[in-house]
């Protein structure tokens, strides 16, 4: 008996959050195939990781972070780890390395009060100036 495949879901209203991350982590990871990259996830966060990236050369490998928007959290740092997002429901993919991006937002951000108590500074809406910055961690598609 084929499989019915009637209507796409709705990402907001179908699906519970661990359903988005799952959700995310197969269309990043297309994306990134495009580029020779291979995911592996992981069934819990290694490392702050929730899933680890294959180059190619089968020698490098990267642990990432994967977020529903631009984030920051003093819990990743020292911890060598990449964040990936996307802007949007349909918009472009981004993965930067926390600890070198967090190094060049930290004058803008680093006194707020959401960091200074320890939680995660997140950016709801990326402004012109912010994508401008994201430039170099665009995942092309």
Known sequence: MPIEFKKKIDYKKDLNSRQQEAYNFQKVSAVLADFGFVTIRLS???NGADFIVQDRNGKTFHKVQLKSRLTF????????LYICFRDGEHGPWYMYNHADLLKKVLPQIGGTKTLLVGKPYHYPVLSKGMKELLKPYLIPE
């Open 44 to 46: 819990n966060d290694w």
């Open 73 to 80: 959290d003093k819990k990743y740092e020292d911890q060598d």
